[in-house]
């Protein structure tokens, strides 16, 4: 079992690399302002919350209507839930991952849907895309029957069969392995034919085209890749707090912080994400553990002063460093032995025929 | 429904001033201003400080309000936006920017809550000023001050905007760098002073709208996020390159948040009411994708 400290720093440091990979899959390599990140996570948080339990409750005998995300019935119906989770780890796993399949496919419904503007608008393409995720949250907030509304749902717990006491431990770890899937993932994209023609289409799009290269499908592509993986970060954060109140899928932290980390980082770099997704979340970590010792020396609330700071950051970026820590590089298909072996090869040639 | 109709014409009239300050900013500069619901919110914390610190008329800090507007507008773009347009940063950055600033301006507005609850113990984190807002007689009916002055407000800066971009010599030039800052550069005209001066006047719009909005709405400092789709919402509806479109645009998104609220509750019945921030959401994104030049596009093909 891990301690609490470190687990804080887990889970943050795993939900956010997810989320701001997939903000760099759209905005580094194609250049989509999306400004509305938060419409696939808090649709996967949705699903999390209301399609698992539903599932089970109703091959369980147990209510799955609109009764499920009833709050006088939903405590009761999803610890009845757990408890049968708590004995069956194959069916825990098997549902986990059955959402988390859900989640992504729902999530790439959300990216088809970001595309109809994303092919339509150039200057305010962000702002739809802010609308959407405003929408989605208000939708989720008011009508009960989906997550419950203002009172919200209790998630379902698929990994309360390792024991109450370490299942966060458990439940952080698969979101921080999920991460690094995602990391890999993002790294071969980058690498691969597919990833050098998107970044063709990005800094040259007429120029792509004429070499017979889909701009329009490739966006497309890009917004349902994206809206699927952070859909499943979204659900593993539901997951992992085991309550789901649309409320707190706010534009501020599911949006924009992504995009202060993706800044910082260096927009276009994986490795620079990563980077700025850890400093900031051991900063956060730092500010929430000194909270007394800051605000007894600076004599403000910490909260606030992580708002200033995180502005000033963002702001200083731009100003002086708006390519982040780790500006984007040249990727190399090969490794770069095969390459430098190739390169002596050929002027070996060259200098055999002078 | 007297009350609401004057509350709805006030609350739109708000709506529609923040929306034209949205507008002239991004013209002026292609900066999207986030920044404009830290200057609402500032708008309205300092007619509360009026109100319950000095025991003034809620309109006696209004014109203040709009002043911090200009200077907070000003350091903007002194500190920030000027360097970047310079730099010719990309539409992204130059709307992340103003994101920076909003956080640093919501994280100071917070202490400066704190720091009047901690000292003069007022209600600095939710306050509603409508109750200090006087009620007045008007043909025989009584409705409350700001049902009068802030429609007023939105005719008089119609009238003041037309008369200053097409009569005054700033004005036109104004207008000519908007259009074409190379060629306004090459006939003498120094954008700086212009940008400055509409993110000056942008400033002072967008805290003004806010302190006419402290008497409709109730006051907190998250008020700016929360309101801040309406003004994107009323500019995006005008057609975001047309200032006049936008103070119509807005009028429009703020009488459908509350007039159409309500006929849609007597209708459908009254759980359409929590949705209510659903519709400016809903007019922005009807409008970017079947009518994306906004009212603004019937005037243009009139004319044409």
Redesign the interface.
Known sequence: MLPPELLLIIINFAIGLIITISLNIEVGLLNIPQFGRLLAVVMGAIIAAAVPGRILAATMGYPWGAEYADHMYNFKIVSEINRALAVNPALSIGIFLLTLAIAAAVGGLMGLLCAYPALRLKETLGIVLLAFGDLAVTIAWNYEPIVGGTTGVFVIDPFIFVGTQLRFTVAALVALLAALAVYAYAELLVRSPYGRMLKAIRDAEIAAGIYGKDAVKARKQVLVVGGAISAIAGALWAFFTGSMKAVTYTRLQWTFWPWAFMMLGGVGNNFGILVGVLIYTVARFLIIVYKGVISAVVGISPEWLEYILVGLLIIAIILFRPQGLFPEKPVYSLPKRRIHEIISRVERELESRT | MLDLLVKAVAYSSCIGIGAAAITLIYNATRT?NFAHASLVAWGIYMVFTGVYLLGLSPYAFVPIAALLGAAIGLAIYFG?NR??LR?K?S???L???T??????????L??YS?YLIATYKVPAKYFVLEVRDPIIELGGARIRLVGVVAPLILVALVVALHLFLTRTKVGVAMRASIENPELAKISGINTDVIYALAWAIGGALAALSGALLSLVISGYTAVG?TTI?SF??GA?VGG?FSIFGSLLGGLLIGLSEFLGITLLGNTLGGWVY??R??IP??A??IT??LK?EGLAGFVVKVRE
Do not use: K
């Open positions: 999207f920030v360097w970047l730099a940063a539409m992204v950055n709307m992340m920017s994101l920076g600033v909003d956080l640093v301006l919501f994280g100071v917070n202490i704190d996020m789709v994107f919402a995006i975001l929590a949705y921030p659903a959401l809903a922005l994104a970017l994708l994306p």
